[in-house]
């Protein structure tokens, strides 16, 4: 079977696993996936992977590890993407989260700083509102109010740019 093929099954297999909640065979095909990439090194087929993973660990509340496939995702689409794409924006968004869901408040403060410039240069804005909204209740939940209220206005200046101005009311 070609490698491709397997790489590819032990993803299905994962993605399906997670989506159906079945988290340690979604981990075990995922880190299969892994492997599988290691052998033929190919930089954004792996950062995939890794970002998967980091999904699995998030929903088994397993942080530490769901961080630290966060970095080697992020770490690998920065060295082969652009610094302002989308998947950057995308994970240090995720980054916040688990941060949040830990209580590391100035990791989370810093690094939506470092974001923020991020987010208004991506295509479709709105794909990333969701997680913002995420964490913006997050900030509302640890009772850090003027940091949700920050995230709270960024995803309305991000809303109206992304929604053409018309002179014309319905």
Known sequence: MHI???WNNYLELGTAAYQTGNFELAEAMLTKATKQTHE???PRTLAVVYEN????????NRYVRA????KISLDMHKENRRPD?????RLMTKQIELYLLQERFSLAKSTFEQVTPLYE???D??????TLLTIALLWTQAGKHTDAMDVY???SKLRRAATPSSDVCA
């Open 40 to 42: 033929n090194f190919r």
């Open 85 to 89: 794409c989308e998947s950057v924006c």
């Open 67 to 70: 961080e630290k496939s966060l």
């Open 121 to 123: 240069q991506i295509r």
């Open 153 to 155: 206005n960024l995803i």
């Open 53 to 60: 993973l980091a999904l699995v660990f998030r929903k088994q």
């Open 4 to 6: 491709d093929a397997v």
């Open 125 to 130: 804005p709105n794909a990333i509102v969701p």
